[in-house]
């Protein structure tokens, strides 16, 4: 959980509606389809590190890069996510403009990352989950405690959060966005971290634990949207949170800031410790076996600590350009569940396709996005680009399997 959970839930409740805390909690179902289906099977791979290595068992050299490749682009949208939020309470709670907090979240997020490790990164994030859930529960029961008292200043607050269908969106943009999130989004860095579990059992109750707690913040960050609102209709979606947190008491407030800034920077170290994993080991191993294992391990170790700066630096401009902290999140799915969704779920369950089939699926999924935000959608009202790019992934994928089968049989025979 970070600032795409945090900032992200309250910011689409802010402007769009209530219909945005439905749509978020496909979210904790998908963790039913990845408990039931996925966390027992991953274990068969329990030797190897990435999702990069896996995809390789499956389709070979491609695969591993690839999705390393994928990786990487899905990890720099999650920590510019994080930088953007970390420039954003530097904004509110200290003044310095957003800009330069960006620069400054990004050099202590470097430093920060420099040093540890993914097996850190876990034992540090228990204790900010706690401070982070104490301080928002507390924020919570100030805003309902108060919400009554202001709601009858605000009718424009009551009719607009009355009503489950947003203004600003289609019932079939909000059905899209709920099927996105419907989607089992399993990324490198929640492999990483099944792979360390000690067992089946172990690895599927975090799974259910973590998706009930999704849904109990879920409606916490989308009541404090709704709150702001009420206290503020004019206020910049970006700033909800930094502004809900200096509306309390200076202990709650204390409690937060501390809370937000464990939280955005633990999840911003958890993506840039995956993200050098991708690059290192997905995408550069591959092309290295001819390197003594002595030379490899020094090269993977200095090529560890400067991809820290690079994606550090990388983040950084893109924080700079983006507006909303959700859209960012959105946006950077579209590198990763048109390409690599669908073959890696169909790996894990055993349908053994061919390293032809996975390039097919991947060009196709990746042509139907850029072809949909170029030309297609053109209007908020439209689904989004994921849906079909997913789509045309599965579609590919399965005809390119089977007609490989139905040709194989006959080409034996000949």
């Not at 310095?96 to 050099?107: A, L, R």
């Not at 924020?139 to 009355?162: D, G, M």
């Not at 360390?196 to 707690?213: E, F, N, P, R, W």
Request: hydrophobic share 50%; proline share 4%; charged share 10%.
């Amino acid at each position: 959980m970070g600032a795409g959970s945090v900032f992200g839930t309250a910011e689409k409740v802010f402007t769009d509606g209530i219909c945005y805390l439905f749509i978020l909690l496909g979210y904790p179902i998908s963790k039913i389809f990845i408990a039931k289906y996925i966390c027992p099977r991953l274990f068969e791979f329990k030797d190897m590190i990435s999702m990069g290595e896996i995809m390789g068992s499956f389709y070979g050299k491609s695969g591993q890069i690839i999705t390393g490749i994928a990786g990487i682009f899905l990890s720099l949208g999650f920590i510019s996510a994080q930088i953007s939020a970390i420039g954003y309470l530097f904004y509110f709670l200290i003044g310095i403009p957003h800009f330069y907090g960006i620069i400054i979240g990004t050099f202590i997020l470097i430093i920060y990352s420099s040093y540890g490790g993914i097996k850190s990164i876990i034992r540090t994030n228990s204790v900010q989950f706690i401070i982070l859930s104490v301080g928002f529960l507390l924020i919570s029961y100030t805003a309902l405690k108060n919400i009554e008292a202001i709601r009858e200043y605000s009718p424009h607050a009551v009719s607009k959060f009355s009503k489950i269908t947003s203004p600003n969106l289609s019932v079939l943009k909000e059905i899209s966005l709920f099927l996105v999130f419907c989607l089992p989004f399993v990324g490198p860095a929640f492999v990483q971290r099944m792979l360390m579990t000690k067992d089946v059992s172990q690895a599927k109750k975090a799974v259910y634990i973590t998706g009930g707690l999704e849904t109990i913040f879920y409606c916490i960050f989308a009541s404090l949207g709704l709150f702001a609102f009420i206290l503020k209709p004019t206020l910049d979606p970006n700033l909800i949170i930094p502004f809900i947190i200096d509306y309390q008491p200076i202990f709650i407030k204390g409690i937060c800031v501390a809370g937000m800034f464990a939280v955005v920077m633990s999840s911003a170290d958890a993506e840039m410790n995956v993200s050098s994993i991708s690059l290192v080991h997905d995408v550069l191993n591959p092309f290295l076996s001819i390197i003594s294992s002595k030379d490899l391990q020094k090269f993977e170790l200095i090529t560890l600590r400067s991809a820290v700066f690079l994606f550090g630096f990388i983040a950084a401009i893109i924080s700079t350009s983006c507006k909303s902290i959700f859209d960012v999140i959105i946006g950077v799915l579209d590198f990763w569940g048109p390409v690599v969704l669908i073959p890696f779920f169909s790996g894990i369950l055993g349908l053994q396709a061919s390293t032809k089939t996975f390039l097919y699926s991947v060009v196709a999924g990746i042509i139907t996005v850029l072809i949909w935000n170029l030309f297609i959608q053109t209007d908020i009202h439209l689904i989004e680009s994921l849906v079909p790019g997913v789509l045309a992934n599965i579609v590919v994928f399965f005809v390119s399997h089977y007609t490989e089968q139905i040709r194989t049989p006959k080409l034996i025979q000949t």
